[in-house]
């Protein structure tokens, strides 16, 4: 069954395909918290899916699953990984509802050859001397 | 979000997470999470909603320290 309505498929079946390289979906699955009233839901497998239906949008895309890799707090948990590689970017909890649009936005971003930050934001993130970790707390509605 | 993951994407300093609050109720309650989206930068919150790219930028390069 696909995760997105016939005209949403459509839609980002087109954003997908200015994908410039490879991106994968490495969906990271293990012990889950269950939210109050979720408790039936396996959200790991829900994760599978929604990746797996990013995927079958576009050749650029494709999954992989891990149980309990290294690296990962929170399970489920997405890696956005342009043409494979772990460049930080990654999405906690299961992509749904509006949130969708922030793994496919990841992709999008993923994606693409060259950041589409100004120049200015670029020199400025290349003149860190030290790490820096961006958690964005979202919801699903 | 767009922004955080961006900033990933240009500096392999800089790592983006989002984080789904519901389904990690514990953690969204230690960053006292009312209102979405909230940015935490190296575990520390610092402020909630969407905020053009110059402040974006400004702001994690200058975070309060908590």
């Known amino acids: 069954m696909s995760i997105l309505r016939p005209d949403e498929e459509s839609r980002v079946r087109e954003l997908l395909d200015a994908l410039e390289r490879p991106v994968e979906l490495l969906v990271a699955v293990g012990p889950q918290a269950s939210p109050l009233g979720a408790q039936d839901l396996d959200f790991g497998a829900e994760t599978v899916r929604v990746a797996e239906g990013l995927a079958a949008l576009s050749g650029c895309v494709t999954v992989r699953v891990e149980h309990e890799p290294a690296g990962f707090p929170r399970f489920p948990a997405v890696s956005i990984r342009p043409e494979g590689e772990d460049v930080g970017v990654r999405y906690d909890g299961l992509p749904w509802g509006h949130e969708l649009g922030s793994l496919i936005g990841g992709v999008l971003e993923a994606g693409k050859r060259e950041p589409t930050l100004r120049p200015e934001s670029r020199e400025a993130l290349a003149a860190l001397d030290r790490d820096l970790a961006l958690d964005v707390f979202v919801t699903p509605t | ?66």
């Not at chain 2, 392999?12 to 909230?38: C, D, G, K, S, Y």
């Not at chain 2, 610092?46 to 053009?52: I, K, L, M, S």
């Open chain 2, 1 to 66: 979000m767009l922004l955080a993951y961006r900033c990933a994407l240009a500096s392999p300093r800089v790592t983006a997470t989002a984080i789904e609050a519901n389904e990690f109720p514990r953690l969204a309650e230690e960053m006292e999470v009312w209102a979405v989206p909230r940015i935490a930068v190296d575990g520390v919150p610092q402020w909630d909603g969407a905020v053009p790219e110059t402040v974006f930028l400004q702001r994690i390069l200058n975070p309060a320290s908590g």
